[in-house]
């Protein structure tokens, strides 16, 4: 069962910010977060992940609450490029399994 | 440096029928796992590979089994093919060192 909630889809304005939301109130101490992004019909792409630090690499930045229950995915300037199904993901400790949920489909507009 | 390549790309079969999937993992990586993706759904977890053995598995029937080989490739079989296994099939590898899963670009199954 996927232990991540996520809006169904949002919206963005080209060059704004885009600030997905992600909910795992269950994950535990040694689970990372994963964000993987998925463009039609291709294979999932990597774009960043944490444990309990916030993160920014040339992507996006992640920032997760303190409580670790939360996190958001931040694409600093949003391009067209970037419409696509956002999968925010719980890592299982000590394995490369990776549990997906349904995903966030931003639509990115001009 | 080639990334994960799956083949074929497409595949249409005949239910009842069995198939046979391959991947080869990005260079320096060890561990495959494949996963099903049915249309509009996230990819759901079938099992994953590391030295030649099934490290893990996901709720998938026995119909479904897999093998990799000494240069780390590997194979996805299904058995006797229904309807519902139509999807997109994709394979993920990964390394010790780099903890990230790199995805092919997947396999579309079509049972008929």
């Not at chain 2, 561990?31 to 996901?58: D, M, N």
């Amino acid at each position: 069962d996927a232990k991540t909630t996520q809006p169904p889809s949002m919206d963005c304005a080209e060059g704004r910010a885009a600030n997905l939301p992600c909910n795992h109130s269950t994950i535990s101490g040694n689970e990372y977060v994963y964000w993987y992004r998925q463009i039609h019909s291709q294979g999932p792409q990597y774009i960043i992940h944490g444990l309990k630090n916030n993160e920014t690499n040339e992507m996006a930045s992640l920032i997760i609450t303190e409580d670790r229950k939360s996190s958001t995915l931040i694409l600093p300037h949003a391009t067209l490029r970037d419409t696509a199904v956002y999968y925010c993901i719980v890592r299982v400790a000590d394995t490369d399994k990776l549990i997906f949920g349904t995903g966030t489909r931003l639509q990115v507009f001009p | 440096d080639a990334g994960v390549t799956q083949s074929p790309t497409h595949l249409i079969k005949t239910r009842g029928q069995q198939v046979t999937l391959r991947c080869s993992p990005k260079s320096g990586h060890d561990t495959v796992s494949w996963y099903q993706q049915a249309l509009g759904q996230g990819p759901q977890f079938i099992f994953q590979y590391y030295e030649e053995e099934e490290r893990q598995r996901g709720n998938f029937p026995d119909r479904f089994s897999g093998h990799q080989f000494p240069n780390y490739s590997s194979e996805l079989n299904v058995n006797a093919l229904l309807l519902g296994d139509s999807a997109l099939y994709l394979c993920a590898s990964s390394g010790r060192s780099a903890r990230r899963a790199f995805f092919g670009q997947g396999t579309r199954l079509t049972v008929v």
